[in-house]
């Protein structure tokens, strides 16, 4: 009996050894490229994944005005056609689900050819859209306290989670959409998606604004738990999403995009 313990215990220890922790490290190259459908030239960011003992990978690319590209594949590539610095990020996961990461800034200027920084000055892509329609919302965290670490529902009900919707405001702040409300929202609920979201703005507009609410009912007032202005110029042209994130990271979510 204890030699057959002994061995487990050994089989144990040989098991967890060869979980060995993920080495993360990647490089990169760019190419200038040039978009005929939308007329524009972009830089093409491919990814060479260096890393080992990793099972799964997840990147990030974050762009100049703060939107993400993300990818699952081992070694994607990304479109930039946007001017500025960029944040390219590798998560590279073990079998024992622990992950390691490396961050990677660029300079990209799609007008001169890449990478690197210098050459002329980035020009305007000869395209600039008249409208942009949000054809989805995906709300990934918002916080589930409220400023004095109390409940959102307070008053006559208080006491459950939040009962979440959002509205879209145009540049005249009216309402323009709201959305159904997702009842008894807790963290684990998190990511929600609306679908069917279909709301038309000017791309030309300086500023839109998208604003969550906790719903109380009728004889309490709503909460609005966060809020944000949504610049159109921030949206690069063709994308198919965009992530916005609040400067704490209290607050994500993703919007589709169609142009």
Excluded at 121 to 139: M, V
Aim: glycine share 8%; net charge negative; aromatic share 14%.
């Amino acid at each position: 009996m204890k030699k057959t313990l002994l061995f487990i215990g050994m089989l144990a220890v040989i098991l967890t050894a060869c979980q060995k922790e993920a080495i993360v490290n990647f490089s990169y190259v760019t190419e200038n490229r040039y978009d005929y459908d939308l007329d524009a030239p972009y830089v093409l960011l491919s990814t060479v994944n260096l890393s080992v003992n990793a099972v799964s990978y997840m990147w990030e690319l974050k762009g100049p005005y703060g939107d993400v590209l993300e990818s699952y594949s081992e070694s994607p590539s990304f479109m930039c056609y946007q001017t500025g610095d960029y944040e390219l990020r590798l998560y590279a996961y073990s079998k024992n689900g622990d992950y390691k990461v490396e961050a990677k800034h660029i300079y990209i200027n799609p007008s001169n050819g890449g990478g690197g920084g210098g050459g002329t000055d980035p020009i305007d892509p000869p395209y600039t859209p008249t409208n942009f329609t949000i054809t989805w919302l995906r709300l990934e965290n918002i916080p589930m306290l409220d400023a004095n670490n109390g409940s959102w529902d307070t008053g006559l009900f208080g006491g459950g989670d939040p009962d979440i919707y959002f509205k879209i405001y145009n540049a005249n702040n009216q309402v323009v959409y709201t959305s159904n409300s997702v009842e008894d929202v807790s963290s684990s609920d998190l990511p929600h998606t609306w679908t069917g979201v279909n709301t038309t703005l000017s791309y030309s507009a300086n500023e839109h604004y998208i604003k969550f609410y906790d719903k109380d009912g009728d004889l309490d007032s709503d909460d609005l738990m966060a809020g944000c202005i949504l610049n159109p110029s921030h949206l690069t042209y063709g994308t198919s999403s965009f992530t916005w994130v609040a400067s704490d990271y209290s607050v994500r979510f993703v919007i589709g995009l169609s142009w």
